[in-house]
């Protein structure tokens, strides 16, 4: 028999229904997006992230989304029409770029517009024969008073740029140019045009340019100049004689020879024809030595050779030496370079002695010595330091002064000078160690271009390149990986 519903039962079921609609109505309210506004590090970009907190989705506004920018301080750069089209057409969980500031922009570096060559610009012209034509070489840049050297644009301080908080930031400033003042050059009022403050020869070394007096001697260093002694750049027209030296602060060019005389020149010294000595006196060059030959001469020079020979002299280059012309031979002598040495010959075929050497570099830590001398010297002070105070304190508790403070103050300094003591013990067997790790590095090569003849002898430090009875040909001689390698040109 079917039973039917009591009115107890009709109750629940209107209750259990009414719940249901209740909890369906609480389920269908939308929830707010949570917006979250973040900036980059350097302040020039702002973000916007829309985070869903539940489901449905309350709508945005552009005016909300306005109003989370502005409730995190974003003034400046915003995009209207991205926060317009991310309230329309909402994106979560992405980052989106919605203000942008103006970065600064950085001024324009001051800038140098040279009206002369540099010294390194003047290089020997070869002709057609492939002859070094050392005569109708110009070695001297001339200079009026007042006349311009070169031209100086100043820096630009830039534009300062805005963050996305409406903030200022400053630019960065162009660098200053360097004003290549030198000696007798001074700027205009401006302080952009570098003018010669007198005539003389222009100098331009390591952006600096100098105008220095020249001396013009238009004969020859004899007995009618006398020896010549001068500051700045010096000019012979003519021959330096035997018996009178010539001294020069700048560069010098001379037209004719140098015979067996005492030169010293600061700078370069050129010499259009060549050197005759006696192997009595030294030719002495700061700079580069640049000449059509050398012959039983002694010359030291800090830069690099250029000649066509160089016959039975020594020579002592810190740069490399280069023959060029019609010869291009080293014949007898004594030749050092620590550089290369470049030739068509070496020797020839009567053998004469000719000994060449490649000056080596001895290569060391020099940072780990000189930082554990530092360590070092730094131990001995504070061992100077406790030898003063052990005694003090030792006087000081013979006399009663706070015992128990003076012995443990005293204990401490003691134990404190054993260990410095050990310490300075093991830095010294560690620099002892480092400043006996060492070795030698030869950087220059010698070149032989057609043929190196039996009789002359090649050595990078003591170390000798022996080759068989039978003469090379078109060879490098090169030292690598502690020996003497030989390579074809």
Wanted: aromatic share 6%.
């Amino acid at each position: 028999m079917r039973k039917g519903r009591t009115s107890m039962d009709l109750k629940e079921n209107l209750a259990e229904i009414s719940m249901n609609e209740s909890e369906e109505a609480e389920a269908l309210v939308e929830i707010p997006p949570e917006m979250e506004v973040s900036v980059s590090d350097d302040g020039f970009i702002g973000y916007l992230r829309l985070v869903k907190q539940g489901e449905p989705v309350a709508p945005v506004t552009a005016e909300q989304l306005m109003e989370a920018l502005h409730q995190n301080r974003i003034r400046f750069g915003i995009k209207k029409e991205t926060v317009e089209k991310l309230a329309g057409r909402p994106i979560y969980n992405i980052k989106i770029e919605v203000a942008r500031g103006i970065p600064p922009v950085t001024g324009e570096d001051g800038i140098n517009e040279f009206l002369v060559k540099k010294d390194l610009e003047y290089k020997p012209e070869i002709n057609e024969d492939g002859i070094i034509d050392f005569k109708s070489l110009e070695y001297f840049q001339m200079a009026k008073k007042n006349q311009p050297l070169c031209y100086i644009t100043k820096e630009k301080p830039g534009t300062p740029g805005t963050n996305v908080f409406g903030g200022e930031v400053p630019a960065k400033p162009g660098k200053s140019p360097l004003y290549p003042v030198g000696d007798n050059t001074f700027l205009d009022e401006d302080d952009t045009v570098l003018k010669a403050a007198c005539d003389g020869v222009v100098h331009y070394v390591r952006d600096v340019i100098s105008v220095r007096d020249l001396l013009q001697i238009t004969g020859n260093v004899d007995q009618h100049t006398g020896n010549i002694q001068f500051p700045g750049d010096v000019s012979v027209s003519g021959d330096v004689y035997s018996g009178y030296s010539l001294r020069s602060g700048g560069s010098v060019t001379i037209r004719g020879v140098i015979e067996d005389t005492l030169v010293e020149v600061a700078g370069d010294l050129t010499v259009s024809k060549g050197i005759n000595g006696t192997l009595k006196n030294e030719i002495l060059v700061h700079g580069d030595l640049k000449c059509s030959y050398i012959e039983n001469a002694i010359v030291v020079v800090n830069g690099d050779i250029y000649a066509d020979y160089i016959i039975d002299s020594k020579v002592l280059c810190q740069g490399n030496i280069e023959l060029r012309g019609s010869r291009e031979m080293i014949l007898g002598g004594d030749i050092k370079a620590r550089g290369d040495i470049t030739a068509k010959d070496l020797g020839s075929d009567k053998e004469r002695p000719t000994r060449l050497e490649i000056l080596g570099e001895k290569i060391i830590n020099q940072p780990l010595i000189d930082k554990l001398t530092s360590e070092r010297d730094h131990y001995n002070q504070r061992l100077l330091d406790l030898s003063e105070k052990i005694p003090v304190l030792q006087d000081a508790m013979n006399r009663g002064v706070n015992s128990d403070q003076v012995m443990e103050q005293l204990m401490l300094a003691k134990r404190q000078l054993v260990k410095l003591r050990e310490g300075l013990t093991y830095i010294g067997r560690q620099l002892e160690e480092a400043e006996s790790k060492w070795h030698m590095e030869y950087a220059g090569s010698v070149y032989c271009k057609r043929k190196l003849w039996q009789g002359v002898s090649i050595y990078f430090g003591d170390n000798r390149f022996r080759f068989n009875l039978d003469n090379l040909e078109h060879c490098r001689i090169y030292f690598d990986e502690g020996d003497i390698h030989q390579a074809t040109l």
